[in-house]
């Protein structure tokens, strides 16, 4: 008896360590997929470039916060399917390029708290990130605002500005909260984009 019981242990010991290899490939896959599509896109502006041939999203833009050396590809439809692969562009919102393209409206980017986000809980008002769109613009942002926020609260997005989103607290025991850590910020220079470039930030 302690012998099956010993093979049924290790079976499903292994059975669990199979599974989470698989997730751990699959996710790697995702990112290598992704990036190549950002590439693409580079070369393509204004094309929907989609990372695998059935994801319902493409790729739109592309972060890099070098103070916490996270560089971050996007996808467009903030949805919990593009959320586990990516930040994701919430599409209602304004669209990115902030005040130098005539937005009227703030851009948002949501983002996992215990995956690509994490990193937000040690950001600071002030930190200077970049963000290039597929066009190969390079826009400069810095973090004007940090704070906690109900997940109903959305007026922030009347205000021009580039905000980044994710659940809060963070390391919660607790799944599905209904608060959110709110990260704004504004072009450092508005009226002097990076100039433009055809490799990723």
Not at 15 to 33: C, E, I, S, T
Not at 113 to 130: I, P, S
Not at 170 to 188: E, I, N, P, Y
Request: proline share 4%; aromatic share 10%; charged share 15%.
């Amino acid at each position: 008896m302690k012998t099956w019981l010993s093979a049924g242990l290790l079976i499903a010991g292994l059975g669990l360590f199979g599974h989470g290899a698989y997730m751990q490939a699959k996710a790697w896959l995702a990112q290598v997929l992704i990036e190549q599509a950002w590439q693409e896109a580079l070369k393509s502006p204004g094309t929907k470039v989609k990372p695998w041939y059935y994801a319902d999203s493409y790729v739109t833009a592309k972060l890099d916060w070098p103070s916490h050396n996270k560089t971050l590809s996007v996808l467009a439809g903030a949805s919990g399917r593009n959320l586990a692969f990516a930040p994701s562009q919430f599409l209602p919102a304004g669209e990115l390029g902030g005040k130098k393209f005539g937005n009227e409206k703030g851009a948002l980017i949501a983002g996992h708290n215990d995956t690509h986000f994490a990193f937000l809980q040690n950001a600071k008002v002030g930190e200077a990130f970049t963000l290039q769109l597929q066009s190969g613009v390079i826009q400069n942002y810095k973090v004007t605002g940090i704070e906690v926020i109900h997940q109903s609260q959305n007026s922030f997005l009347q205000t021009p500005g580039l905000y980044l989103l994710t659940c809060y607290p963070f390391d919660s025991l607790a799944s599905g909260t209904d608060l959110r850590l709110l990260v704004s910020a504004q072009m450092s220079s508005p009226d002097s984009l990076s100039g433009i470039s055809t490799t990723s930030s």
